[in-house]
């Protein structure tokens, strides 16, 4: 496999001493200030609207949607496209409904909520749950898979890939969320510029394969040759239909993943928490915009690379030690591909992905175990300069753990992206039936949250596990509400697992609050749900294209 070259490093080595330079500029300088919490975990009041929408895109794009998502592209095609595209119409209702509640109610955190609209059991309990979650799953399969990708494009030895990705990503965490929010915005451009190189460049060898030129016959000659790569929702019967089950995709456990993710997660909603609503509403609704753009940079290549297979080009590059076709082979051989210097540019975008990624969950683990353990439980006269210490020792331990346990998570077993995926589905439900149910139903009582939390993580457990595949739900067949499937099985028509068990939950915290009502509640009324007729016209906009496009590509 083609390595990088001399100019490739250069370029990269640009993007490095760009990003590294600013962090550290900006950490020596706050050094001279009185930080405060607020400051370092938000950096209150500092960061702009396109400096929030830059930063929720590098927190979230890494290394498993370049190397998982295009190699999901090369198999199934377009079709994983709906993480992306979903979550553009997801972002829109985070900001319509989510972000009122937590500004309005001063909420900095995602335990603080809990505890603000429960009770001190059910925050400490998702406390530490959070704090397992993102450290064991999401920090080490980030710093893993990246590491990974790094070391397979450039040759250099896994284990200081992963030592050098995690010393960069702490050079940035350091400085505070100011600090990851800017640099941020330079990540974002190495990472669009260098990925639509790398599209660019796939269609028109696609192109240039056919005996053609340019990108639009290259995309011409992929919705003909790979058509069944260009299918939004997968008919029952379809290979991949276990994975992205038909109309389940667009009103089933999808909404349940996506609003979770993008509502109820620190990690993600932690980039807008130190904002006025305005600009934070303004920053969701540039980050669902360049959502609606990654699919061309992560699932395309993927596509691209799956027609040249077919052409009779990478047989032997697509084979894993086993022999077999690995479909997470297909975005490292396209990198190699690339002429020398817009390889290096490819790969600073990858590695952009990765670092920005590791330093937003970094700094939400400090933010968490900082605010919601050390200062509630363990410290609490501590002032804001123990507090932001306390902080920075924490995203340096976290790091650590994170290369020492990384190995050992098996994470390459079965891909990194559907690792993550499970890990995070196992939760979802429950954490989201308790949010969503905190935020409109007064009733709701605290019995009831620690039930979703605790008892919907076990009742997924229990599905994935001990009784998995579909839930036998005949029960329900004389009342309409179940149909028998091919298997003999009766589900409920759209509604898989995830929604299944987020249902119980629901159900069974609107049984306990109309026992017990609770007392406690947020400031919520109907005027904070008014938003700015621009923000008003650029939502319908990311609403109108996402409805085109999978009216287009059904």
Request: hydrophobic share 55%; charged share 10%; with cysteine.
């Amino acid at each position: 496999m083609q390595k990088l070259q001399a100019l490739d490093y250069i370029v990269f080595f640009f993007y490095f001493i760009i990003v590294a330079s600013y962090g550290v500029w900006i950490y020596r300088r706050k050094q001279t200030e009185k930080m405060s919490t607020t400051d370092f975990f938000l950096a209150e009041g500092s960061l702009t609207w396109w400096a929030i929408g830059s930063s929720l895109i590098a927190s979230n794009i890494s290394a498993e949607q370049f190397i998982g998502a295009s190699g999901d592209g090369f198999a199934m095609g377009l079709a994983i496209a709906t993480y992306e595209w979903m979550a553009a119409a997801t972002l829109i209702v985070v900001a319509v409904f989510f972000m009122p509640i937590y500004l309005k109610n001063r909420i900095f955190t995602m335990p603080q909520f809990l505890t603000q609209r429960y009770n001190n059991t059910v925050s400490m309990i998702m406390a530490i749950f959070w704090l397992f979650l993102y450290v064991l799953v999401n920090l080490t399969s980030i710093l893993f898979l990246g590491a990974l990708a790094v070391s397979t494009i450039s040759g250099i030895n896994f284990t200081l890939c992963m030592i050098g990705l995690a010393v960069f990503a702490v050079i940035i965490t350091i400085g505070g969320m100011k600090v990851i929010g800017f640099t941020d915005v330079i990540q974002v451009f190495f990472l669009i510029l260098g990925g639509l190189a790398t599209t660019y460049l796939a269609i028109d060898l696609v192109s240039a394969q056919s005996g053609t030129s340019g990108v639009s016959n290259g995309l011409d000659i992929m919705l003909t040759q790979s058509a069944d790569h260009f299918q939004m929702i997968f008919p029952k019967g379809h290979p991949f239909y276990a994975s992205l089950p038909g109309l389940t995709v667009l009103i089933g456990g999808m909404w349940i993943v996506n609003l979770n993710y993008w509502g109820c997660n620190q990690y993600i909603t932690q980039r807008a928490l130190g904002a006025d609503l305005k600009t934070a509403r303004q920053g969701i609704l540039f980050a669902a915009l360049l959502k609606l753009l990654m699919p061309i940079i992560v699932v395309l290549p993927g596509i691209a690379a799956y027609t040249l297979y077919q052409k009779g080009l990478f047989q032997k590059e697509m084979l894993d030690a086993a022999g077999e076709v690995n479909k997470d082979h297909a975005y490292p051989v396209l990198l190699n591909l690339l002429p020398t210097g817009l390889k290096g540019l490819s790969f600073a975008a990858l590695t952009a992905a990765v670092v920005a990624s590791l330093a937003g969950k970094a700094n939400s683990i400090s933010t968490i175990f900082t605010l919601d353990i050390y200062k509630k439980y363990i410290a609490p006269e501590a002032d804001d300069y123990k507090l932001v210490n306390i902080g920075r020792i924490t995203i340096v331990v976290a790091m650590i753990l994170a290369i020492l346990i990384s190995p050992f998570m098996g994470i390459d077993k079965k891909g990194g992206f559907q690792f993550i995926q499970e890990m995070t589905g196992l939760v979802s439900p429950g954490v989201f039936a308790a949010f969503i149910m905190g935020f409109f139903w007064k009733r709701t009582n605290s019995a009831g949250a620690l039930f979703a939390i605790v008892g919907g993580f076990l009742l997924s457990l229990f599905f994935k596990y001990v009784l998995p595949g579909a839930v036998d739900l005949s029960f329900l067949a004389p009342l309409g509400f179940a149909v028998q499937g091919a298997d003999g099985v009766y589900t409920i028509p759209f509604l898989d697992t995830m929604g299944f068990v987020f249902l119980i939950c629901v159900a069974v915290m609107f049984v306990l609050g109309m026992q017990k009502p609770s007392t406690r509640g947020l400031e919520i009324d109907s005027s904070m749900f008014k938003v700015a007729p621009s923000f008003a016209i650029g939502a319908t906009m990311v609403l109108l294209v996402v409805a085109g496009l999978y009216a287009y590509f059904w």
